[in-house]
């Protein structure tokens, strides 16, 4: 599982990588909670299906592996 805050364009990028080969990528920039000063807590769970991150305080965000 790949999870990059992009900054310069704030964006969050996420990816899964399986047998050896990485998935398209699924990028979210309409609504971008972070800053660079600040701390977060991240919290991810992973399903037999899909893992799910959140970011502590803002609605949870779905990530569907697909393999």
Sequence with gaps: FHFDVRFFN???VRNTRTTNAWHDEETLSASFP???ICHF???IRVTENKSVGARLGFR???FLITQ
């Design 10 to 12: 704030q964006s969050i």
């Design 34 to 36: 972070f800053n660079s």
């Design 41 to 43: 807590d991240m919290i």
């Design 60 to 62: 949870p965000t779905g």
